[in-house]
């Protein structure tokens, strides 16, 4: 319960659950804080860690993804998820590692962190992609002679004569399957362009920031409505007329564009309720939307809002490579299929979004394994 529902470690020691547990099974006593932390975590954790051991063993490639995360009280943490499908073609996605990440976040320290992992998971020579963020420091963590070096000989390794296969050892269809496939797969193929690969929706989210930098009216508008929505949420006298219009403006979050979408979505929803509800707030003049502002938000949903869509597809759960391209360009469709109407503020700006797109996503057109095979 503790681990499955992220209870705390001392719900077993609270009157509640005890009197429950009296009840329901007399005679029971319920684990205090120490038990909980000393014994029952760690032998949860062991046989975790077990029935992962076994799960792995299912799969021949696996995709990596990293990132770096700060928590409140300034604590980084670097996580690593691997995705792979099983021998009846089953995916799944896991989670390896999670990390305190020590020190600076130097490119020499990433990369020592993803080995380790990829040692204790026994991964070296199953991983066939690495995602990551645009970070300079993750861009030359995967740039670094030893990644290159490490993965050729990999492709060069011979086979042991006293490990070759016998009848009782035979590899499986999925197994012989996917080593034919690498067989085909030139010692090219392992290195920093092809088998490190930048998050595409990352790079989606750096696009927008520099159309939205572009355009400076634009950016104007956003900030003011960021300082709005600030405003809102920060006093409880503006809270309570947003609570009488039903609506909880959405604060934007730095590292994912979409939420900038559900912001200005929250707050025209709150001019749909009360075109004057501003006038009711406590807030500076310079804080305020104009409706000239008000239509620039409309206009700017009509160009965000299908590439939202898109990008809920690219970061599902299990996605692939093969709907990045097709992605790409029904985004490149829809920014060039945008109404005569819209304020020619927002038209410039899809144009440049539409520029930003291509330039980021150039890389993928150069990826063989991004397009479709032959």
Not at 52 to 63: I, K, M, S, T, V
Not at 130 to 143: E, G, L, R, Y
Request: proline share 4%; net charge negative; with cysteine.
């Amino acid at each position: 319960m503790v681990y499955l529902d992220y209870e705390p470690l001392t719900k077993g020691e609270r009157e509640g659950l005890r009197h429950f547990v009296s009840g329901a099974q007399p005679g029971y006593t319920t684990p205090c804080y120490n038990t909980v932390r000393d014994t029952l975590m760690p032998n949860a954790l062991s046989e975790m860690e077990g029935r992962l051991r076994e799960l792995l063993q299912l799969g021949d490639g696996f995709a990596l993804t990293l990132d770096i995360w700060t928590n409140r009280r300034g604590h980084s943490f670097l996580g690593v998820v691997a995705s792979f499908v099983d021998e009846v073609f089953n995916g799944h996605t896991v989670l390896l590692s999670c990390e305190h990440l020590n020190g600076h976040h130097t490119a020499e320290n990433i990369f020592q962190k993803y080995e380790s992992v990829l040692q204790h998971w026994n991964l070296q020579r199953r991983v066939v992609r690495v995602v990551t963020d645009s970070a300079s420091n993750m861009i030359k963590a995967f740039n670094l002679p030893g990644f290159e070096e490490s993965a050729v000989e990999e492709e060069a390794e011979e086979e042991d004569p006293d490990e070759a296969d016998t009848e009782d050892n035979q590899p499986s269809p999925f197994q012989t399957n996917f080593l034919q496939i690498m067989e085909n797969v030139t010692a090219t193929y392992i290195t920093e362009n092809n088998l490190h690969m930048r998050c595409p929706i990352h790079l989606l989210q750096l696009a927008l920031k520099d159309a939205i930098n572009s355009h400076v009216d634009v950016g104007n508008v956003i900030t003011r409505m960021a300082k709005l929505v600030k405003a809102v949420r920060k006093s409880t006298l503006n809270t309570e007329e947003a609570d009488k219009l039903g609506v909880r403006p959405t604060q934007a979050c730095i590292t994912r564009w979409s939420s900038q979408l559900r912001m200005i979505e929250s707050v025209l929803k709150m001019f749909e309720r009360d075109s004057q509800f501003q006038s009711k707030l406590t807030i500076a003049e310079n804080s305020k939307l104009t409706m000239n502002d008000v239509l620039q938000l409309q206009a700017l949903t009509e160009v965000l809002s299908p590439l939202a869509e898109l990008t809920n597809a690219m970061q599902k759960e299990l996605g692939n490579l093969g709907i990045i391209l097709p992605a790409v360009m029904e985004i490149k469709q829809l920014l060039s299929s945008l109404p005569e109407t819209l304020p020619l503020p927002i038209r410039a700006f899809a144009e440049t979004l539409s520029v930003n797109v291509c330039t980021r996503f150039n890389r993928f057109y150069s990826d063989k394994w991004c397009r479709h095979s032959d």
